[in-house]
């Protein structure tokens, strides 16, 4: 017994594809830079240093005075001499007066007088420490600084951007079929 068959044939079908790539250009140019810097305005203010030497002290233990001082000081030895000499004579005029009581005024004065007192060694250290008086007063200084702001004038650049778009083209190579036959 024959028994119909059914014999199929397929052809597949092809596609053929031709692209054409997307071109893209990006060009960023530089940005036109303009910045100023104004200089700070500065300002200073100072005082000066003082620097005081008082050497009156140090020339007198020098025996170097001022005619002032020189004055003054021969002035102050006569007046304390003079009242001295006044008070010796008055006390010698009273010794003088009472006489009648039987001492001899006369040779005890002249003993008194006619001796000289010793004198002691006079060792001094001359200038004597710490007789320049030194004062100083440093000097200050005020700065006041006033930053100025940037100037900024810069422009920038939009980027250069070139695109072209990608083509695909589509095309059939090969038809698809289908073929039936009957085998009987």
Same mark, same amino acid.
């Given at each position: 017994?024959? /028994?119909?068959?059914?014999?199929?044939?397929? =052809?597949?079908?092809?596609?053929?594809?031709? =692209?054409?790539?997307?071109?893209?250009?990006?060009?960023?140019?530089?940005?036109?830079?303009?910045?100023?810097?104004? %200089? @700070?305005? $500065?300002?200073?203010?100072?005082?000066?240093?003082?620097?005081?030497?008082?050497?009156?002290?140090?020339?007198?233990?020098?025996?170097?005075?001022?005619?002032?001082?020189?004055?003054?000081?021969?002035?102050?030895?006569?007046?304390? =001499?003079? $009242?001295?000499?006044?008070?010796?004579?008055?006390?010698?005029?009273?010794?003088?007066? %009472?006489?009648?009581?039987?001492?001899?005024?006369?040779?005890?004065?002249? %003993?008194?007088?006619?001796?000289?007192?010793?004198?002691?060694?006079?060792?001094?250290?001359?200038?004597?420490?710490?007789?320049?008086?030194?004062?100083?007063?440093?000097?200050? @200084?005020?700065?006041?600084?006033?930053?100025? %702001?940037?100037?900024?004038? =810069?422009?920038?650049?939009?980027?250069?951007?070139?695109?072209?778009?990608?083509?695909?083209?589509?095309?059939?190579?090969?038809?698809?079929?289908?073929? /039936?036959?009957?085998?009987?």
């Amino acid at each position: 017994m024959n /028994i119909p068959q059914i014999q199929l044939q397929t =052809t597949r079908g092809q596609i053929g594809l031709t =692209t054409q790539r997307a071109v893209q250009q990006i060009e960023q140019p530089k940005a036109d830079l303009d910045l100023q810097q104004p %200089k @700070a305005e $500065m300002s200073i203010r100072t005082t000066k240093s003082e620097l005081s030497i008082d050497s009156v002290e140090m020339r007198e233990s020098l025996d170097l005075m001022s005619s002032r001082s020189r004055t003054a000081e021969v002035a102050q030895y006569s007046k304390q =001499t003079a $009242m001295e000499g006044l008070a010796r004579r008055v006390q010698e005029g009273i010794e003088l007066m %009472k006489i009648e009581n039987g001492r001899n005024p006369l040779a005890e004065q002249a %003993k008194r007088t006619g001796r000289q007192p010793y004198s002691g060694l006079g060792i001094k250290f001359i200038p004597q420490a710490d007789s320049v008086k030194i004062n100083f007063t440093p000097s200050s @200084a005020d700065i006041q600084v006033e930053p100025q %702001k940037v100037i900024n004038n =810069t422009k920038i650049n939009k980027p250069i951007h070139n695109y072209t778009p990608g083509k695909v083209n589509v095309e059939m190579q090969q038809y698809p079929s289908l073929k /039936i036959d009957w085998l009987v």
